[in-house]
């Protein structure tokens, strides 16, 4: 017997467990606790609200919602799709952001080095929620329809919100079918015939412009831009995004730039500077030795830390309850959560769908930071 314990394997296995015990313990302690409380307050369990009406509006939707009739289980979806957009729009904002408030402070010219740091220096230091905030009642400050901000006929700027020219797709679903597969068939093609990874590319696209010209030619275009134009007290058509999404986007973009730009910065900064000038002292130019020498080693230590930053982005959404903006955290966690009393389910829904939406996140830039880790021997 002294002999099995003084099997390391047998006792590694033996502490583990132990502690899985003790884990599967209490978690069993606080579920039957949570139950005997609920049943004691006389609330009831499950997630059979989730098909039940929701009764309340959202204020704005991407996919169709009805407060008249749509369930619990519409509305979180309706506030899953809009944290997703949010995220989408918010991420290529950080990065392009950080990018430019990198490259100014990076600058040999002292003033946009100087604003950089300026602007850096008062977004990272401010709380998000106050950035919020204020851009919040600035939005409240925007003129009305009649005198929106006019930005070349095509986008407008109010206080109902941003208007953009919205794309049509012209094609049903068997039409779609069709042309989608024959785009696939000949992009196949084309990476089976051409081995050079630039060209393959180009090829592509011609590809993808001959057939929508011929698509639009023989039958129908592809896809119609429709721009907004001001019809009564509101913009009909094109795409009208509400000054709360706008807002809490600009917000969180420029709070996340600013800690962006300081991972780009310092992983430049982190590369030997007598690459660039050797590269300069060979006669190429200063933004081809950036862009192929020093920005490819950069990336390597760039990705990890912006795939936090982006997670934080996609965090970030839950906090747009506090202007209105309805995400899963305004949905489930908010207007359900009260309306149906289900504490429990509804925080564990939002948990379990910011869970997988981070993973997936973190899971897509995992893989593209692979892509771009510098081969070795």
């Known amino acids: 017997m002294q002999s099995f314990f003084n099997n390391r394997k047998v006792r590694d296995a033996l502490i583990q467990l132990i502690f899985l015990a003790c884990i599967g313990y209490g978690a069993m302690y606080l579920v039957l606790n949570a139950v005997t409380n609920m049943s004691n307050a006389g609330l009831t369990s499950g997630f059979d609200f989730l098909f039940q009406r929701a009764g309340y509006d959202i204020s704005y939707s991407l996919v169709h919602y009805d407060p008249k009739t749509s369930t619990h289980l519409m509305a979180w979806l309706a506030g899953m799709v809009n944290t997703v957009a949010f995220a989408v729009i918010a991420i290529l904002l950080t990065t392009v952001l950080s990018l430019v408030l990198a490259v100014m402070r990076l600058s040999d010219n002292f003033l946009l080095s100087s604003v950089s740091l300026c602007v850096v220096e008062y977004m990272r230091n401010v709380p998000i929620l106050v950035h919020i905030t204020v851009w919040y009642v600035f939005s409240l400050t925007l003129p009305s329809v009649r005198q929106a901000f006019n930005f070349a006929d095509v986008s407008f700027l109010s206080n109902r919100g941003l208007s953009l020219p919205s794309v049509g797709w012209n094609y049903g679903l068997w039409a779609s079918i069709v042309l989608i597969s024959l785009w696939l068939g000949l992009c196949f093609l084309v990476r089976k015939k051409i081995q050079t990874k630039s060209r393959r590319l180009l090829a592509s696209l011609f590809v993808t412009i001959v057939l929508v010209v011929l698509a639009g030619l023989i039958f129908t275009p592809v896809m119609s831009v429709m721009a907004p134009q001001l019809v009564g007290f509101n913009f009909k058509y094109g795409w009208t995004l509400p000054p709360e999404f706008v807002m809490l ?100 829904i939002v948990m379990v769908s910011y869970g997988i939406l981070n993973l997936i996140l973190a899971a897509i830039m995992g893989r593209f930071n692979n892509a771009m880790q510098l081969k070795g021997r």
């Open 249 to 348: 986007i600009i917000a969180v973009s420029t709070y996340s730039a600013s800690h962006g730009s300081e991972v780009i910065r310092g992983s430049i900064l982190a590369i030997s500077k007598g690459q660039m000038e050797a590269g300069l002292a060979l006669g190429v130019k200063r933004n081809i030795v950036m862009n192929k020498v020093i920005i490819p080693q950069a990336l390597h230590s760039i990705i990890p830390p912006m795939t936090s930053i982006y997670i934080n982005v996609l965090k970030a959404a839950a906090l747009g309850s506090v202007v209105g903006f309805m995400d899963i955290m305004g949905t489930m966690g908010g207007s359900s959560l009260n309306i149906t009393g289900q504490a429990i389910e509804c925080i564990v």
